[in-house]
């Protein structure tokens, strides 16, 4: 028999639950269409105001207002019957170069939606769906998503965790971002040590070319190189510093691309491997951090390593104790946490 009042308590949760997922679309307009940057920029407005600012129809600009503000993102004055966006709505959904900007992160759960049928498919055979595979918001999306916590973070907390790299990267260093995207870690590192050479490396040709065009955008053309190359094959150059950042547990075969990464690095080299934040055993990553990978992971990263040769499939939240098993199948002998963040393991490992 069950029982009346968790059935309410759980129906009540499918409400807040369904409104967040319809949200999501709203997120993604008013990220495309410019309404939040300009809802930031005019202060409290009707929507008419807004829609005019923007280029758009006020009727659906007013309907859209109402549902941001039921959702709580944005803010609404009955008195005055005008919208606008709280310092830290705005650092969310307005500010691209905010620690706390999310409205990228819609962009790729777009991609979910949109390629869940070929997901479907793969249950049912087995087999995976490449990171090419998938919908182009994915790529862009997991750029604008990432890039935040890089900002927040890479520079000012997780390079100087490391023993001995900054004075390296200061002084000159040779450095590889492999699985580099966009190449929004490649070019943030760049910019703060303008002595070094990075090469950003992925196998995705598009996003090498968007990572290029991002290079000479940010004026470190001249210091950054791209190329399209798999993990475990990219060219071998003594490096000083190789990182991988939210990638490994995406490749059919990390252990055979932590072994390429050996043997890249100089003798007294680096490994910066950051990966998302999960604890080792999985009752203990069920809370809302851990809903967002495991369903991250059920999507794209599962798919995107069973595509690939082995088909390890870590999952997004393979947790410390099975990544130190792949650096030491690897060769490696020596990894640590070196720091950590909500949504990040961050672990120095060295020959």
Known sequence: MFDPQKLDAFLGQMVGDMGAAISGALVM??????????????????????AAATETTERYVREW??????????????????FSLSPEQAM????????AFMAGGF????AVWRDEAKIEQAFKSGAGVGWHEHDACLFRGTERFFRPGYNAHLISEWIPALEGVEAKLAAGALVADVGCGHGASTI????????????????????IARARAAAKEAGVEDRVEFHVASAK???????????????????????????????????????????????????????PIGRMFYSAS????????????????LGAQAGERRLRQVTEQAGFTRFRRATETPFNLVFEVRP
């Open 29 to 50: 307009l008013g990220d495309r269409l410019g309404l939040y940057k300009a809802l930031a920029r005019l202060g409290p407005s009707t929507p008419a105001d807004l």
């Open 65 to 82: 207002l109402s549902a941001q503000a039921a959702s709580g993102y944005v803010t609404y004055d009955k008195a005055t019957e005008r």
């Open 92 to 99: 969310v959904f307005a500010d691209e170069e905010s620690p």
């Open 107 to 110: 962009e790729l759960l777009c």
């Open 188 to 207: 943030l590192m760049a910019k703060a040590f303008p002595k070094s050479h990075f090469v950003g490396l992925d196998y995705h040709e598009g996003s």
């Open 233 to 287: 094959a990219f060219p071998a150059r003594d490096y000083d510093l190789v990182c991988i950042f939210d990638a490994l547990h995406d490749m059919g075969d990390p252990v055979g691309a932590a072994r390429h990464i050996r043997e890249s690095l100089k003798p007294d080299g680096t490994w910066l491997l950051v990966e998302p934040f999960a604890n080792d055993d999985m009752a203990d990553n069920l809370n």
């Open 298 to 313: 059920t999507m794209i990263c599962t798919p995107a390593s069973l595509s690939q040769e082995v088909g390890l499939g």
